[in-house]
């Protein structure tokens, strides 16, 4: 089936580190998966943070890039230097342009020390 | 940016009573969702709901639970009754298009049936 898998957190940094979350995935029945990248923020609601709808693109925003590995099928968040204000939990998620419903990996928890 | 407002964010209920959670989406989104996030686990699909109609469906979403959308107010989640293992956090979410699946998330009404 499809399927997203991601680092187990709580994954721990200080300020100014880089960062590396992995997600990996499974489209077994999406021809063309969309993938995400959400983030929940401490007392927010999920909010995109970025997405690629096409394989070998890379998104980016706020500092976090992420790049669409067809091949390795992986979506893998990046960050050169992280700031306390990351501290959030970022999912991984994978979608289908022509259907209804996305689908998400466990979340990981990041916590960025000062 | 756009925000989905739940009603209410956490409810405590007796087993077998009737809930009805409420998700005010982005004015101008045609397509909603319910999820569900049982605590320490995976946030998983639910149900997709379009022009009154409900789109797509996961097995989660079992006979007791409905959606609506009477004349363009709240999109509903009723579960009628409801069991223990219905506790969990349901996030409703909305989108404009079905390209691209980007969602917009409330912040979730935990729900704990005792």
């Known amino acids: 089936g499809d399927s997203v898998t991601q680092t187990e957190g709580p994954v721990t940094v200080s300020e100014s580190e880089s960062l590396i979350i992995n997600c990996t995935y499974s489209a077994t029945s999406i021809a063309y998966p969309n993938l995400f990248w959400y983030v929940r923020y401490p007392g927010e609601g999920l909010q995109l943070l970025l997405k690629v709808i096409t394989a070998g693109q890379k998104g980016s925003s706020r500092g976090f890039e992420a790049t669409y590995n067809k091949e390795t099928t992986s979506f893998h968040l990046q960050k050169a230097s992280v700031q306390e204000s990351d501290s959030a939990v970022y999912y991984c998620?994978?979608?289908?342009?022509?259907?209804?419903?996305?689908?998400f990996g466990k979340g990981t928890h990041l916590h960025v020390l000062p | 940016g756009p925000k989905v407002l739940q009603i209410p964010s956490h409810q405590i209920i007796d087993m077998g009573q009737m809930v009805t959670l409420n998700c005010d989406p982005v004015?101008?989104?045609?397509?909603f969702y319910w999820y569900k996030q049982i605590l320490g686990q995976q946030m998983e699909f639910l149900v997709n709901?379009?022009?009154?109609?409900?789109?797509?469906k996961s097995k989660l979403f079992k006979d007791q639970f409905s959606v609506e959308r009477p004349d363009g107010s709240y999109f509903t989640l009723k579960i009628q009754p409801t069991a223990l293992e219905d506790s969990a956090v349901y996030f409703c979410?909305?989108?404009?298009?079905?390209?691209?699946?980007?969602?917009?998330f409330g912040e979730g009404s935990r729900l704990i049936v005792v």
């Open positions: 709901f379009y022009n009154g109609k409900v789109m797509e």
């Open positions: 979410a909305s989108s404009r298009d079905i390209s691209g699946n980007t969602l917009y």
């Open positions: 998620a994978l979608g289908d342009t022509n259907a209804y419903k996305v689908i």
């Open positions: 004015s101008n989104h045609l397509y």
